[in-house]
C-alpha cells in the first residue's frame, strides 16, 4: 500500500532534516552511503533512507558515464552510419 501524499511528504521533510541535523554536528562527520540498499548511515546511528531513480542508480552501480554509454553503443552506432551512407551517399561527399 502507498502513502498519501501528505504522510509521504512529511516523512521526506523528517529525512531532510535529519540530514541537515547529521552535517550541522560540530564533529568530525563520517557516512556510509549504501547505494544498492539506498541508505545513509552516520556512524553510530540509524539508515536513513534515500530514493534515486533506478537509470541513475543502474549508472553508478555500473560506473557509466555519458561517454561510457555511448562507447557500449559503438557496433550500432557504426551499423547506423554504414546503413545511412549507403541508402544516403550524397550526404558523405
Not at 1 to 23: K, T
Not at 49 to 66: H, M, Q, S, V, Y
Amino acid at each position: 500500500m502507498r502513502s498519501s501524499p501528505s504522510n509521504s511528504r512529511s516523512s521526506d521533510e523528517r529525512i531532510v532534516q535529519d540530514l541537515f541535523d547529521l552535517v550541522a554536528r560540530p564533529s568530525g562527520l563520517q557516512l556510509a552511503i549504501d547505494l544498492e540498499a539506498q541508505t545513509i548511515r552516520p556512524a553510530g546511528g540509524d539508515a536513513i533512507p534515500f530514493e534515486i531513480e533506478a537509470e541513475r542508480k543502474r549508472r553508478l552501480l555500473n560506473g557509466l558515464d555519458d561517454v561510457a554509454l555511448t562507447l557500449s553503443q559503438a557496433d550500432r552506432i557504426r551499423e547506423y552510419e554504414r546503413v545511412r551512407r549507403a541508402r544516403e551517399p550524397w550526404l558523405f561527399s
